[in-house]
């Protein structure tokens, strides 16, 4: 496509359940990228994709947080047993994936746990 | 490891006045540098990057920053703000050498243009 696309871009969901979110990255893009931005705060990374192979999760905050990508396009983040602190905007971007490539956002999904 | 300090968390400038957004890098290896705009509600948007040619980098909309490797330091700037300026403003570093080419973001910069 001509730009990042995620979905759901707005999601309310109570605590305790889980949650996906989906990127569907620019193609031909192989680098796929996972960042959260609470509210008011800069963004934090949480996870990198290569290709289908995520060589660095370093960003992921606990173990309730899991990233998958197939096909060397889609990504799925999933959210389990969700929790108030997990509500902010989640942002995916994608790159070419060789240094110093400019790496485009989209335009994030809005996650609120009530 | 990287880091980026993003001096001052709100920025104030009058229509018309010039616009200087700071920011300092720190990195092991000579560094990739962008800066990012967010307007409300709306996703990233790439206004210039820095990866080792030319030092005075120019971007969109009228904005410019300059890479100071003594100083390490990569500082937006605009000559005259216009009211669609206003948005928040985040500087990245990204690693030139092998690794994940992941950005590491700044605080960022919320600029608001008075009239």
């Known amino acids: 496509g001509a730009g990042v696309s995620q979905s759901p871009s707005n999601k309310v969901t109570e605590k305790g359940k889980d949650v996906e979110l989906r990127c569907d990255p620019i193609?031909?893009?192989?680098?796929l990228y996972w960042y959260r931005q609470r509210l008011g705060q800069g963004l934090e990374f949480l996870i990198y994709?290569?290709?289908?192979?995520?060589?660095?999760k370093s960003g992921l905050p606990s173990d309730r947080f899991s990233a998958e990508r197939t096909g060397e396009s889609v990504s799925t983040l999933t959210i389990q047993r969700t929790q108030q602190e997990d509500s902010a905007v989640y942002l995916c971007?994608?790159?070419?994936?060789?240094?110093?490539?400019?790496?485009?956002f989209g335009e994030g999904s809005w996650l609120t746990v009530v | 490891a990287q880091s980026v300090t993003q001096l001052g968390s709100h920025v104030s400038v009058s229509e018309g006045a010039l616009v200087l957004l700071r920011c300092n890098y720190s990195?092991?290896?000579?560094?990739?540098l962008f800066w990012y705009v967010q307007y409300p509600n709306q996703g990233l948007q790439l206004l210039l990057k820095?990866?080792?040619?030319?030092?005075l980098v120019k971007g969109i909309n009228g904005f410019e920053a300059e890479f100071k490797k003594s100083e390490t330091s990569f500082h937006l700037t605009k000559p005259s703000a216009h009211m669609s300026d206003a948005a928040e403003y985040f500087c990245?570093?990204?690693?030139?050498?092998?690794?994940?080419?992941?950005?590491?973001f700044g605080k960022g910069t919320k600029l608001s243009v008075i009239p």
């Open positions: 990195s092991s290896v000579p560094p990739y």
């Open positions: 994709f290569q290709g289908n192979s995520a060589p660095d």
């Open positions: 971007a994608s790159s070419r994936g060789t240094p110093g490539n400019t790496i485009y």
């Open positions: 990245a570093v990204s690693d030139s050498g092998a690794g994940s080419y992941q950005l590491t």
């Open positions: 820095y990866t080792s040619a030319a030092t």
């Open positions: 193609s031909g893009h192989t680098a």
